[in-house]
């Protein structure tokens, strides 16, 4: 790669590498794990720079991310290693950290597709037809998917719309 190829990377990284680890971080639950597949899907987009620039390289590291996550959730249902954090039960006099508390927990415990669908619709404000490329499925996947998750986290949040406190909780 030439110089400039590499200061376009750089650049590209210092200005977006810090939402792509909220995506890591979201879609992994562990900051250590996320660490890792940030470091992973920059890795492989580094590899194939020349052909990914040209585009807009967010979308495509968004999905490596994404796609990492999910293989590594399936590869450590596979070997029964996944811890299932149950979410605490709510009290009547919960703050709003509690709120964040529970929403996070139960976001970890919800499938990884589920979970990918929840971050990028929501925490990301993508569309339904972005959300669909990049885990490379239907808008009504998406939709299903995301169905089934928000009622999941509305259980946990007692009834409370979880869709307005996913978009209010990292702001």
Known sequence: MSSAEDDEFAAFVAARGTSLLRVAYLTSGDEGEAEDLLQ??????????????????EPYVRRIIVNTSIDRARRRAILRIIPMHTPPEPSPYETDVDLRHVLMGTLRALPPRQRAVIVLRYWEDLSEAQTAEILGCSAGTVKSQASKALARLRTALGGRSSEGMIRNVHA
């Open 40 to 57: 992973t899907a920059l890795e492989r987009a580094y590899r194939n720079w020349d052909r990914v620039r040209y585009d807009n390289p």
